[in-house]
């Protein structure tokens, strides 16, 4: 499987990229909230990589870290757009969010579906290793 990343301008100008924006010509939203201690303290510096498969090919659209508040704000992705006719079951493009926190080895992965101009908010819940066994 190839990886490629939405920065690189080739990328951007090869047909795979082009098919993936024909099935997807519309923007959903991605809000990542990372907290350990249900919620009550944010995490920062935790390391975000938003992708998909496509055509067994792995697409990077965002890579990214968490701010002092545990937040990074709507990371804009493609989605289908809504079919008008057919609303009960709407498309979506689903994304795969990586973490990773390195001082505790976390290492984790979301399936997110994204919606054309839907905000998804995706709760990440960091566990910190405290060497006390059994965790916190």
């Known amino acids: 499987m190839n990886t490629y990343n939405i920065n690189d301008q080739n990328f951007i ?4 990229y ?17 907290y350990a201690a249900n919620q009550a303290i944010p995490m920062s510096n935790v390391k975000i990589v ?21 937040v990074i704000e709507k990371v804009s992705l493609p989605t289908p757009a809504l079919d008008q006719n057919d609303l009960d079951i709407p498309s979506s493009t689903t994304y795969d969010v990586n973490v990773t926190y390195a001082p505790d080895n976390i ?30």
């Open 13 to 16: 100008n090869s047909s795979l």
């Open 50 to 70: 938003i992708s998909t498969e496509y055509k067994n090919n792995n697409i990077i659209f965002f890579e990214g870290y968490t701010d002092s508040s545990g």
């Open 107 to 136: 290492d984790q992965v979301y399936k997110v579906n994204m919606y054309e101009d839907i905000c998804v908010v995706q709760n990440i819940s960091i566990v910190p290793n405290t060497g006390i066994e059994g965790g916190l």
């Open 18 to 34: 082009k098919e993936f924006i024909t099935e997807n010509p519309s923007n959903g939203y991605l809000r990542i909230r990372a």
